[in-house]
């Protein structure tokens, strides 16, 4: 009797403990907000579960840094506004460290560049446009001047012509800083599948978004040889520099273990690995010293 009252008293004491014991203490889980609908990056599957390069990524950085991941799908519209309000603790989304903001956001290093291209109808007259193909960063002072000669020259071939882009996406920072003026129109769309669909329907002439995105609307059975990508390809400058992982501007601990975590599968080419797995090329950017973030 007095064994089992001693192995029930130990019982009630650890059931006290767990019940007690704070939640810092406990296993640390990260919860991480993804799009629904931004393939390779991010979408959902026909069982409604978050794939793609961004989540493969994010299981990744959480298993090195040693913490359990919960991953949540969410709308693009209000995922910033709801990682302020604490309701998750990151997001990972392909999204674009620009000066406005980390002005109100905490970027980790990038972890991915992706340039911008040009997707038009195939049969609208817009096939082969000055630099079709070549690249541009705009943040190499070796090239820069080229490529604004570039830029310019293939933007007068687009006056007056309707164009769109998502919102709220560097994307549209390029189309509104650059186009207006010389657009007939900017009509902006909520996904990139609609941006594309825009485009086969006629409602505009030219989309921008990313190269992969657009190379995943020429790839689809229903589009193939409808759509086609045209002019240069542009990375840097008001584009930014790269995709980050985002947190709360206090949350600077977090963004430590994730440059961190970061750095380690960009020297052992694992995060190239899932590059090429999602995107079929390789966007790593060039190594970036943490310490000077």
């Not at 603790?89 to 340039?115: E, G, H, Q």
Request: hydrophobic share 40%; with cysteine; aromatic share 8%.
């Amino acid at each position: 009797m007095r064994t089992l009252r001693r192995v029930a008293l130990i019982s009630a004491a650890f059931a006290t403990i767990l019940l007690t014991t704070p939640l810092s203490a406990q296993k640390e889980i990260l919860v991480i907000a993804t799009e629904k609908e931004a393939p390779p990056w991010s979408s959902l599957d026909a069982s409604g579960k978050p794939v793609g390069f961004d989540i493969d990524l994010a299981n990744a950085l959480c298993e090195r840094m040693r913490v359990n991941c919960e991953i949540k799908a969410k709308d693009w519209s209000t995922m910033f506004t709801d990682l302020i309000g604490e309701k998750y603790d990151a997001v990972m989304d392909s999204v674009n460290l620009s000066r406005s903001r980390k002005n109100i956001l905490l970027f980790s290093v990038p972890y991915a560049t992706v340039p911008d291209g040009f997707l038009v109808r195939t049969n609208s007259g817009l096939l082969g446009l000055p630099h079709t193909g070549k690249m541009f960063n705009m943040d190499d002072p070796d090239t820069y001047s080229v490529g604004i000669e570039a830029f310019k020259e293939f933007r007068e071939k687009l006056r007056n012509k309707l164009i769109g882009v998502q919102i709220g996406t560097r994307h549209e920072l390029l189309v509104d800083h650059y186009f207006r003026g010389v657009a007939s129109d900017i009509k902006r769309y909520p996904s990139v599948d609609a941006l594309s669909q825009a485009v086969l329907d006629g409602e505009i002439d030219v989309a921008t978004t990313d190269l992969p995105e657009l190379n995943k609307a020429l790839l689809n059975p229903a589009t193939a040889g409808k759509l086609s990508v045209t002019g240069p390809n542009f990375v840097g400058g008001i584009l930014g520099g790269g995709a980050g992982v985002v947190f709360r501007k206090d949350n600077i601990k977090l963004k430590e273990k994730f440059d961190t975590a970061i750095a380690a599968m960009t020297e052992d080419g694992s995060l190239r690995q899932l590059s090429v797995k999602w995107f079929k090329m390789d966007v790593v950017p060039p190594k970036t010293d943490i310490s000077e973030e």
